[in-house]
Nanobody, 128 residues
Framework: QVQLVESGGGLVQPGGSLRLSCAAS????????MGWFRQAPGKEREFVAV????????FYKIIVKGRFTISRENAKNLVYLQMNSLKPEDTAVYYC?????????????????????WGRGTPVTVSS
C-alpha cells in the first residue's frame, strides 16, 4: 500500500518561513520523481516544485523561485519544501505527489496528471 503523508503546515506571518515534509511508504522511493502542488480556495491545483529521483535536478514555478527550495533524503523516504519570505498569496493546501521514473529519463514533470500517487495535503495560511 502506497502512502504519502504531508506535515509541517500551519499559520505563519507574511515574510516568515515554513518547512513542509512528505513521508513516503510502500514504494521504492529512489525510483520516483517527487513533486509539490498547491490549491488555494476557489482555484485550480497548480504546480510548485519538482525533484528527480537522485535529487540533482529541480524545477520551480516562476513565482516561487528564489523563495522555495525542494530537497529529498532518499535513505529516509522524505521530500521537503522549504518556504521562505512567505506571502499571503502562498496560502493554500499543499500536496506532495510521486511519479515512477525511468533511470534514463530526462524530463521534470510539472503536470498534475503525470503523477500516480498523492498525499491528502497540509494547509498553509500566510496572514497577519
Amino acid at each position: 500500500q502506497v502512502q504519502l503523508v504531508e506535515s509541517g503546515g500551519g499559520l505563519v506571518q507574511p515574510g516568515g518561513s515554513l518547512r513542509l515534509s512528505c513521508a513516503a511508504s510502500g514504494l521504492t522511493f529512489g525510483s520516483y520523481t517527487m513533486g509539490w502542488f498547491r490549491q488555494a480556495p476557489g482555484k485550480e491545483r497548480e504546480f510548485v516544485a519538482v525533484i528527480e529521483p537522485t535529487g540533482v535536478r529541480t524545477f520551480y514555478k516562476i513565482i516561487v523561485k528564489g523563495r522555495f527550495t525542494i530537497s529529498r533524503e532518499n535513505a529516509k523516504n522524505l521530500v521537503y519544501l522549504q518556504m521562505n519570505s512567505l506571502k499571503p498569496e502562498d496560502t493554500a493546501v499543499y500536496y506532495c505527489a510521486a511519479k515512477r521514473t525511468n533511470v534514463n529519463e530526462t524530463f521534470l514533470y510539472i503536470r498534475e496528471w503525470d503523477y500516480e500517487y498523492w498525499g491528502r495535503g497540509t494547509p498553509v495560511t500566510v496572514s497577519s
